[in-house]
Nanobody, 118 residues
Framework: QVQLVESGGGLVQAGGSLRLSCAAS????????MGWLRQAPGKEREFVAA????????IYADSVKGRFTISLHNTKNTMYQQMNSLKTEDTAVYYC???????????WGQGTQVTVSS
């Protein structure tokens, strides 16, 4: 059973950068789509970015387009999200996910906290 394990969260000042990692423990993602979602306090979980199994197709929420970059390691067992020009509104728990498509994620990590201070 593949488990998803996130790392890389933390506290950063506005305008700074962080890189999140998601490792597929026990194998590869074995999914067509992988992605990141986030949930801020008092808000619903929202889509951030997704990538297909080959790493060739990516899609981003408008709120992070141009600032975040999703990528796959060539071994296909680790996914990254480079986050630049962070804003206070990016503060949330970030979850990695995998599944048949970005609307059908069925594997989830435990989440990693990202806090952006002003």
């Amino acid at each position: 059973q593949v488990q998803l394990v996130e790392s890389g969260g933390g506290l950063v000042q506005a305008g700074g950068s962080l890189r999140l990692s998601c490792a597929a423990s026990g194998g590869t993602f074995s999914s067509n789509a992988m992605g990141w979602l986030r949930q801020a306090p008092g808000k619903e979980r929202e889509f951030v970015a997704a990538i297909n199994w080959s790493g060739e197709i990516t899609i981003y929420a408008d709120s992070v387009k141009g600032r975040f970059t999703i990528s796959l390691h060539n071994t296909k067992n680790t996914m990254y999200q480079q986050m630049n020009s962070l804003k206070t509104e990016d503060t949330a728990v970030y979850y990695c996910a995998a599944g048949p498509s970005r609307s059908r994620f069925n594997k989830w990590g435990q989440g990693t906290q990202v806090t952006v201070s002003s």
